[in-house]
């Protein structure tokens, strides 16, 4: 997977709030962060945006191709 570069501001009382929340919230907030990061990652393409486009989809870390009968808009 692309690594995708982003930037994100905050304010001085954003993180002075953070800094009061408990040491084990924080790394329990980090745990279900990377689970959800590892997870969306993981998860199968559904949808590519692009009208007639053929959709490949991810499993177990290879591409497979998804079946016709299971692209969008399709029964």
Known sequence: ???I????ET????????????????????????AFT???REA????????GDRQIGRSG???VEIPEDREVGRS
Request: charged share 35%; hydrophobic share 30%.
């Open 1 to 3: 997977m692309a690594k």
């Open 5 to 8: 570069d982003y930037e994100y």
């Open 11 to 34: 304010t001085e009382e954003r993180i002075r709030t953070y800094l009061k929340v408990p040491e084990i919230d924080r790394l329990r907030w980090l745990e279900e962060l990377c």
């Open 38 to 40: 590892v997870m969306a």
């Open 44 to 51: 199968p393409t559904t949808y590519s945006g692009i009208p």
């Open 61 to 63: 870390g290879r591409e």
